[in-house]
């Protein structure tokens, strides 16, 4: 990457985390929400608080996928109704760098996002068998994935409700169907194959394993779906821009 | 006119042609810009101004004919062309959440300005266009015409070659668009390739070198303003209100001054026009004599816009209403 580009992927990144992510009802959404939700999960299942890593990947999981999701529709959709997303397009920046850098700052906050039930679990159990690695891997895949899946949905509709409601369409029926409250095998025979066509199933699998230590998949065959995934739906998202916003 | 030898095309546009759905937008125009010139492109809402700056812009792809913009084929390579140009499109797009001196830094990163080289830039514009006093506040809390002058400022923040100016004084106050017209003047005069769109003929009279009268997504005409004006260069139109209107003897007034041409106008005038002078003594005198009681008779000077009206056919109403663009 030439130095201007860097110093144009910098510009964008910056200008979203100021205008977007560093907003009150950000911060405290990306706060409240994992806290609040992980500490309901922790007391409905804490008798034995051993339980609380088996809640664990799905809070961590909830809390990536919520928070990234709900920032592509504002900071793709509402700019592109403002118009100020014709500026970027107009940037002799390359169109994949310029979605990258749109990106980012999604990443960055799902990532933020996930430290939220690590630190409630912090003082109620014990982490220490947690293997870390892999848990970061998981996260940065996780929050990769589910922005991507924010964008893709977002740049396939025109207005910032619209992408609230689609989203929606999507990650609900995740939460169930990826293992993360449920383990793939109690659900309906009929359902179980649409598991593991969802990115999230691999993302889930990779926390049980990494903090339960009962995953069902290999750890490789984990990061390549989420790997694909996350290719397919960036190069789906630039040809959707491609051909609806640059007519 | 077209280019002349010794002068370079900057903008060289080739039959293009954009259709949405069944609207033809653009319809196969062709028109050059030579380096350093101030181009004007006039025609009403719709006529396919907007569309026209997105194809030359890289906004949109043309369905067919090429685009040439700094030695660059756009509709190839539209992002190398965009390091040569600025745009200020139509509506003021710039963040509200940011401050005036954040988002023209903001455009300048965009383009790949050290941050040494933006902050001056930015206080530089801001300066220029009297907003250094606003640079903190937010983009959201400006005035219409503050947005429009700060949306100016981040399309030139880069110090593009060539610019691109849709509509910049639609909806502003008469103080940003003097302030606006003003700095156009100045970096046409400092050489910048300059491409404004608009719908107000004295703006494009007062401005551009050369003019392309656009409607319905064709060109109707591109000519020098000297070009454009000399048919009606020597011309004189007379306008005379009597207060008896019904009682107008137009056809007794042509027999007398044969070489006039005459026309009562919807609202009761009596329009005189003449390829020389129009000898205003003798008509008043005429008429009073064939009983007609002349209130006021005046001269009216002849300008773009009756050129405009003449060429296209579209009223000037209809240019200032927005009428008259692709159905």
Known sequence: ?247 | MTASGTERVCIGVSGIRKVFGDVVAVDGISFQVMYGELFGFLGPNGAGKTTTIHLLTGLARPDDGTIMVGGIDCSKNPKAAQHLIGVVPDESNLYPELSGFENLCFCGGLYGMSGQERHRRATELLEMFGLSSASQRKYASYSKGMKRRLTIAAGIMHHPPILFLDEPTTGIDVESARLTRGLLKKLHQEGTTIFLTTHYIEEAQRLCGRIAFLAEGRIIRTDTIDNLLSPVKGREIVEVAVSNPDTLPVDKLSLTFPGYSMQKTDDGKLLVESEGRVRIADLVRCLDELGAEVREARKKQLTLEDVFVSVTGIGADALMDGKGGKK
Not at chain 1, 5 to 31: C, H, Q
Not at chain 1, 35 to 54: A, H, N, P, Q, Y
Not at chain 1, 63 to 89: C, D, H
Not at chain 1, 179 to 185: A, Q, S, V, Y
């Open chain 1, 1 to 247: 990457m030439t130095m201007k580009r860097l110093t144009a992927f910098l510009s964008i990144v910056k200008k979203d985390v100021r205008a977007y992510y560093l907003k009150p009802p950000n911060i405290s959404w990306g706060i409240l929400f994992p806290l609040v939700w992980t500490g309901m999960f922790f007391i409905k299942t804490g008798r034995d608080m051993e339980s609380i890593l088996m809640v664990l990947p799905g809070m961590v999981a909830l809390s990536i996928l919520f928070g990234t999701t709900s920032m592509l529709a504002v900071t793709v959709t509402f700019e592109r109704k403002a118009k100020s997303f014709e500026r970027l397009l107009l940037a002799p920046v390359p169109l994949g760098l310029l979605m990258t850098a749109k990106t980012s700052g999604a990443i960055l906050f799902g990532v933020i996002n996930a430290t939220g039930p690590f630190l409630v679990a912090l003082f109620l159990t014990d982490l220490s068998g947690i293997s870390w690695g892999v848990v970061l891997a998981a996260i940065l895949m996780i929050a990769i994935v589910s922005t991507f899946l924010g964008l893709f949905i977002a740049v396939s509709v025109s207005e910032v409700f619209e992408a609230q409601t689609f989203s929606n369409f999507f990650r609900f029926p995740m939460i169930f169907l990826c293992g993360l409250f449920f383990p793939i095998e109690d659900l309906p025979r009929i359902l179980q194959p649409l598991s593991y066509v969802l990115p999230l199933t691999y993302g889930a699998d990779l926390l049980h394993g990494a903090i339960t230590g009962q995953n069902m998949m290999s750890f490789q065959l984990d990061a390549a779906v989420l790997l694909f995934s996350i290719a397919v739906l960036f190069i789906l998202t630039l040809r959707n821009i491609s051909r609806r916003w640059i007519m």
